[in-house]
Every structure is written in C-alpha cells, then in structure tokens.
C-alpha cells in the first residue's frame, strides 16, 4: 500500500507534511511545484499553513514513477497525466480550447454560428455563414419516438435529463439500425444533426409544459433552445446560449469523450457511441458537477453565509465545487468569459452580486479560480434557466466534439484495449489457503 492510498480518501487536501512524505521531497521543491502550478494549494482560516490537493499531489506523484518504465507511464497517463494519443480535433492552451487551430474564445467573439463550429469540428474547415451547408434541414420523429418522449414527459424527465438524453439517442438508433452503410462520413454526419436537433427538442422537458419541443422548419440550434426552453426571444439570450454551445463543444479526452472513441474503435454506430457518452457524462463528477455547483450555493442572502460553507468544507478537507480546473492553473479562459457574460446580467439581481463577490474573494483570498462549471451555473440562473439547465446545455454542446472524436477514431482504425497489471489481493490468497486446508 503506497503512503498516498494511506491518506484518508475521504478527504480532497493533504498538509505540507503528508504532500512532503508523499512526494518524497523538501519543503522548498513543494512549494516550486505549486509556483509552477502542478499542485494547487488552499490557505486555511484562521491558519498560516495551507492545504494541497490530493489529486495533483496523486498525479506529481505518478509522474515521478512513470519515469522506470512504460508500464508506470501508461497507469499515470489514465489520471490528468501525458498524452496518451494524437488527435487533430482540439489543443488545451491557457487561452482555452483551440479548435482545429482555432481558439474558441475567438470562434465566440468572431460570431460564428453554433451549426458553422460543428461543422468545423467535423470536417476541419470553416465555412462561411452563408453557406448552404451550413443550415440543417429539421426532420420529422418516427412514431417509436413520439410514442418513447410521451412517456418520459409522465416520468418527469426534466429531474433525469442526461438519463432521457441517452434513451432518446438509443431510441433513434433502434428506429435506424446498425447496418454498415450508417458508419460513412456523410451518413454519420447526417445521423450527428438529428441525434443533437432532438437532443435540443428534449430541453421541453425543462419547460412549464414539461413536453418534447421539437424545431420547427427553418430554426436553427439556438431557436431552438429558445423555443423550447420558453425564452424571451432576444438577441442578448440568443447571444448566450450560443456563446455556451460553442464554449463547451469540445475539450480533449474527459470520460464521455473517451468513452465516445473507446465505442467507436469497436465498431458502435454513432448512436452507440453519443449514448455511451451521456452515460459516463451523467456521473457525479462530470454532469452532476452542475448540481453539486447549485447545492453549494444555494439561494445565500449574504456573502458570509457562502464563505461560511466554504471554510467549512475545507476545514472538512473537502474541495469547494466548482473552482480549481487541473488544466488551467491560471485559470479557465471559458469560465471568464460566461462569468462575463452573467455579470452584464447582475444588475439589481442581489443574489448574483452576491455569488459575484464571493467567486471574487475566492481569487483574492483564496487563489481559487471558478472553473467552467461554476461559470455555467451563474450564467443559467442570470438566464431565468431551471436547474438542470446547465449540464443539459454542456451535454449538447458537448455532443458536436463527440462526433467528431468518433469520425477520427474511425479513421485511425485502432480498437482502444488497454491492458490491466493483475494485483493479488492478500485476504483473498489467505481465504484461498484456508479453504485448502
């Protein structure tokens, strides 16, 4: 058993002792790995020594080990470690995602369309707005899945999103089949814009009338969005939503994005492969991460009462939700510009003064930086947006960068199968000896 499988797992942070014992290392070389941004460390109220995540300290770690041989380098590489694969679809920068070589911030501020950064992700070029291709033709439900939404609207599915997502995409590959001539380009990209246009119908389920919302003729994503999520049609609510999509439509290897590749590298259709991906997004640490975000901050009446909770969860030795991204040691480009976004949408809403104050002692006091999922949920509730709101949006932006990890996948031609390093578990050789005798 290592020291770090030792430490309590109940916990997020390590003293200076524990990160020290772990790492084998002098206070001085601690304290560099934190300047260098490798180890993000917390200060403690009322206490002059700080904290140290856990996880980083876990990833430092196996990179030390990784170093006599192939196998360590292997094991590290599976928890925020090296580069396990070449891809062309998008690099991590401290500016934010690049897409193809273009940063999405950019792709944001440019005006770009959600539908032209699809398509960018999907065949590598971007097109200019007034390109036909450009506008994706609506398509009508078979009857299966009208049938299938009406019983999700009696199930209230708007508490389960992720879940009816992924039900839903499973439902139209059911409606499909799986036959060989669905897995060319052009027939997958064609399947990719009906999974994501009903995908945006099912946001309904978050309306007051709690329904399946399909487009309509001539609606373009965000239309969509709007249509069914009951907005105010303006050009400020269009603006955000679009900026979201785009933000989010990819971001290299996260659970749902590997489990998309590892689908498709065995031959799943697309439908497989989206479905898989919702799966592994809907987990606590991914998807439900939103949720976490909400119950944290609750509806605070003041500053004090959020400072309050987060003092005592790390006092708990437990991370505050949403702040601190492992890639971002300077902090997340995409959480900046949607806090951005929320902020022109403060004014007179003393509850997000409130949330705007405390993220912004966090940085100062704290050099807690909000990460995406913070930033998502401020802009949500300065949107009027229900609850689940925010990782239905992720879901859906999210879904663009799937398909586009799927169509690369498949060009490569490679069956993602890693190999295990067997452990023998000593109570069970000791149970095995005792049944012997």
């Known amino acids: 058993m290592t020291l770090f499988s030792s430490l309590s797992t109940r916990t997020d942070y390590a003293t200076a002792a524990e990160a020290m014992a772990l790492l084998k290392v002098q206070p001085q070389t601690l304290y560099a790995y934190v300047s260098r941004g490798w180890i993000r460390s917390v200060t403690q109220k009322g206490q002059k ?18 170093r006599s041989g192939h196998g360590p380098v292997a094991a590290s590489a599976m928890n925020w470690g090296e580069p396990i694969f070449s891809t062309s679809i998008t690099e991590i920068t401290d500016q934010g995602p690049h897409y193809r070589g273009y940063p999405a911030i950019e792709l944001v501020q440019r005006g770009l369309t959600f539908e032209q950064v699809a398509e960018l992700l999907w065949a590598g070029k971007l097109m200019p707005a007034t390109t036909q291709s450009i506008t994706w033709t609506v398509g009508k439900s078979a009857p299966e899945l009208t049938e299938l939404l009406h019983t999700l609207a009696a199930l209230d599915a708007g508490n389960n999103l ?12 059911m409606r499909r089949g799986t036959s060989a001539q669905h897995m060319d380009t052009t027939n997958t990209l064609i399947v990719a814009r009906e999974i994501i246009q009903t995908l945006v119908g099912c946001f309904g389920f978050l309306s007051p009338e709690r329904t399946y919302s399909p487009l309509r003729k001539g609606q373009n994503l965000v239309d969509g969005l709007v249509h069914s999520l009951k907005m105010e049609d303006s050009a400020a609510n269009r603006d955000a939503l679009r900026c979201i999509l785009i933000l989010l439509a990819d971001h290299e290897l996260p659970p749902g994005t590997l489990s998309a590749r590892v689908v498709a590298s065995s031959g799943g259709t697309l439908y497989n492969c989206i479905a898989s991906a919702l799966c592994a997004t809907a987990g606590v640490d991914v998807g439900r991460m939103y949720g976490r975000v909400e119950d944290f901050l609750g509806h605070p009446k003041t500053k004090p009462m959020l400072e309050k909770r987060a003092n005592q969860l790390h006092a708990d030795g437990q991370k505050v939700p949403g702040f601190d991204h492992p890639l971002y040691p300077k902090g997340d480009p995409r959480a900046e510009l949607l806090l951005e976004l929320a902020r022109a949408r403060s004014s007179g809403n003393r509850e997000l003064q409130i949330i705007f104050g405390f993220i912004d002692d966090m940085r100062t006091h704290k050099g807690l930086l909000a990460r995406q999922e913070l930033a998502l949920v401020v802009l949500c509730r300065a949107l009027g947006l229900p609850r689940q709101a925010a990782a239905a949006l992720f879901a859906v932006g999210r879904s663009t960068g799937w398909v586009a990890h799927v169509l690369e996948q498949r060009s490569g031609g490679t069956l993602l199968r890693p190999r295990a390093r067997f452990v023998r578990e000593s109570r069970g050789l000791q149970n095995e000896k005792h049944q012997d005798s």
């Open 49 to 66: 020594e700080k904290l140290y995540s856990r996880e980083d300290l876990a990833r430092v770690s196996s990179r030390s080990l990784a």
């Open 162 to 173: 992720l879940e009816v997502f992924s039900m839903v995409v499973l439902m139209l590959g």
